[in-house]
């Protein structure tokens, strides 16, 4: 079963930053956190991960809080092919996935 | 960039039947998934895959269903007798060995009449 809690649904204006947050309390010390999306039923579409630092890559912002017990995936400047089901995984390197239901964000003109 | 790739996109078929679905993971990758998506619900793990063997699998994954790695690139997914409720977005996935991330196919919709 997953290990994340993630609000079933979010809005953000275009151009503004989505900030969609994800609790993993019970994460343990080598676990990662991964942000995946999943665009109508295409493939689910790796955006970033991290173990305890935050991380950026050209996709989004990833904040890890210190106790790693919750995050934060930001999207600086939301489009509207940002639209999507985002997904907040917790596991080991190389296991496989247990997804939730995640975040489905809107992005509105 | 280097992609996972899935055929065939759309497979209908009759109860009763066998259908393979067919994966070509990232070039050089090692480790192997199969997931599926019914429609509406979540994507749920099926089994993953490495060194020719299965490493996990998950309850769904019962005696109809196999994997197999038939050559270096291929890596297949067999129902041997379909169920109504086989119908679904199955997708593949890969990792490298140094790598951390999975990468996802676009995935093979079954419809299963």
């Known amino acids: 079963d997953a290990k994340t809690t993630q609000p079933p649904s979010m809005d953000c204006a275009e151009g503004r930053a989505a900030n969609l947050p994800c609790n993993h309390s019970?994460?343990?010390?080598?676990?990662?956190v991964y942000w995946y999306r999943q665009i109508h039923s295409q493939g689910p579409q790796y955006i970033i991960h991290?173990?305890?630092n935050n991380e950026t890559n050209e996709m989004a912002s990833l904040i890890i809080t210190e106790d790693r017990k919750s995050s934060t995936l930001i999207l600086p400047h939301a489009t509207l092919r940002d639209t999507a089901v985002y997904y907040c995984?917790?596991?080991?390197?190389?296991?496989?996935?247990?997804f939730g239901t995640g975040t489905s964000l809107t992005v509105i003109p | 960039e280097p992609e996972v790739t899935q055929t065939p996109s759309h497979q209908v078929t009759q109860m009763g039947q066998e259908v393979i679905l067919r994966c070509v993971p990232i070039?050089?990758?090692?480790?192997f998934y199969w997931y599926r998506q019914i429609l509406g619900q979540k994507v749920e793990f099926l089994v993953s895959?490495?060194?020719?063997?299965?490493?996990?699998k998950s309850e769904i994954f019962d005696d109809q269903f196999s994997v197999e790695r038939p050559d270096g690139s291929n890596f297949t997914l067999k129902i041997r007798s379909t169920k109504l409720e086989d119908s679904a977005m199955y997708f593949c996935?890969?990792?490298?060995?140094?790598?951390?991330?999975?990468?996802f196919g676009p995935g093979t919709r079954l419809l299963v009449l």
């Open positions: 895959f490495y060194n020719n063997e299965i490493s996990e």
């Open positions: 991290g173990l305890k």
């Open positions: 019970t994460i343990s010390g080598n676990e990662y």
């Open positions: 995984i917790v596991t080991y390197t190389g296991n496989q996935f247990y």
């Open positions: 996935a890969s990792i490298g060995t140094f790598q951390e991330t999975q990468y």
């Open positions: 070039s050089n990758h090692l480790y």
